[in-house]
């Protein structure tokens, strides 16, 4: 008889715009694949087929005039065919989610910066998340004019959130910050106006330590 492989691990990455969750996901993910463990990379809005379809109306706007419960419920659709296309079955067969955003994106977006009820939107993830919830949330925190500064820098087009002005991505940042301190069993906070080596560091410091693995490979 073959023993049941043992569930992955999940692990989500949050925080305002600018601070680097991309770069540093792409990082963690080769981290993890030098101790030979499966590494299933994704992001939200987004993901799975549907969800990303999804993605490009949440982001271009196109969702907006319908008001901020219907877009919330847009994001709650995209996730919950994510979860059941890329994260569950990956989950299932044992293998690490590295995922770029999740529901906490959505409350702090939705929520805290936005005007739909936190009620609302917890009775949207009790529905669409329900157990489902990241075994480790990394939120990377640094001052809002640095993570706008870095977004102008990249000379692409923003998108309908990077557009907001300060006072939005000041609430953001808060909002991420209140989640950490709400959830420090979950939550990691991670100084990101740090050189992008040392927030790996830091990022992999905090990994080893929740999920007890080896700090370092040593070469023979």
Known sequence: MTAEKPRGRFITLEGGEGAGKSTQARRLAAFLEQRSLDVVMTREPGGSPGAEIMRHVLLSG???PFGPEAETMLFAAARRDHLA???KPALE????VICDRFAD??????GHAGKVPLGFIQALERVTVGEDRPDLTLILDLPVKVGLARVASRGEAT???EKEGLAFHNKLRAGFKAIARAEPERCRLIDAAAEADVVAESIRQAVTAHFGLAPRLVAP
């Open 105 to 110: 994106s959505t409350r702090v977006y939705q």
């Open 62 to 64: 196109g969702a907006e």
């Open 85 to 87: 296309v890329t994260i």
């Open 159 to 161: 998108d309908r959130f």
């Open 93 to 96: 067969r044992g293998a690490w």
